[in-house]
């Protein structure tokens, strides 16, 4: 497994998230505390962080496109990160460190961030013989996936939901549903961000956030840093922007096999410029609507 992190607050460098908190992301690189499976994440790793906002050269609907950094060597055998870490300021970021899941691809185009216009994108988990999972993807969607890998496929499947105009915590949630409905063991921690909205989902391993004055960090394990991090009941949807999280359950699925079992629960919608009752009042009916009967919003 992997672990990562997606930030949105005040702009701050990168090495204030990466490498500068004590049990920062580079050391759950090679001593993660909380990590479910596998024990060390030295299969590369990778940073995107988002330009400011006045910047919208090259972004879409206003909303700048991210850059990123990835490598496929560990994070701490980087010579040259300290320098671009200490130099590039962002208000949103998200970065990961991976180890690599059997039958992967190793190269860098594996690791996490992947990127859709102004989307990125981290999986932390596995999807048992993924090879074989009903996607309902196009060949020319899968002749596209930018790696040989799990991650890649389930994000290709989050984004032909995302370039139809689904919101992005309803894309991750059918996602979800979906695939555990195919493979019931499969994990699928995903964090997906357009530099405003952080949507993150917690199946089978470990998720936490932290929120201070306009600021939310969301990553698999807390760094040392002062401060009130929760941990995310496992199957459960968090939304996050610099005005609060929320969090919300993920029913597990029926089992099923069939490719064509229509999706119901795609629904959910989370606005790009959220309204200021968003948290309070509409969030909770959507989430209702869009995630099932059983569905009942837990606040934070
Ligand atoms: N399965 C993904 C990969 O191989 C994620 C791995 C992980 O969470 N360790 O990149």
Known sequence: MCRHLAYVGPPVTLARLLTEPQHSLDEQSWRPAGQ??????????GVGWYPDERDTSGGDSGFPHPAR???????????????????????AVLAAVRSATEGTTHDETAAAPFRDGRWLFSHNGAVPDWTRL???????????LDAHSDSALLWAMIVRRLRQGEPPAGALAAVVR???AARPTARLNFLLTDGRTIAATAWGDTLWYRTGPATALVASEPDDTPGDWREVPDRSLLLATTAGVRILPLHTPRPHHKE??????????????????YFTLRLPADARDGLGPQASPRCS
């Open 36 to 45: 479910r499976h596998g024990t060390v994440n030295a299969d590369g790793f």
């Open 69 to 91: 950094y990835r490598r496929a060597v560990p994070i701490w055998a980087d010579a040259n990160l300290p320098e671009l870490t200490g130099n590039i300021r962002s208000h």
């Open 134 to 144: 009903p996607t309902g993807l196009t060949s020319a969607e899968l002749l596209a």
């Open 178 to 180: 979906q695939v555990a």
């Open 260 to 277: 064509s079992q229509p999706m119901t629960d795609g629904d959910l919608t989370l606005a790009d410029q959220l309204p200021a009752d």
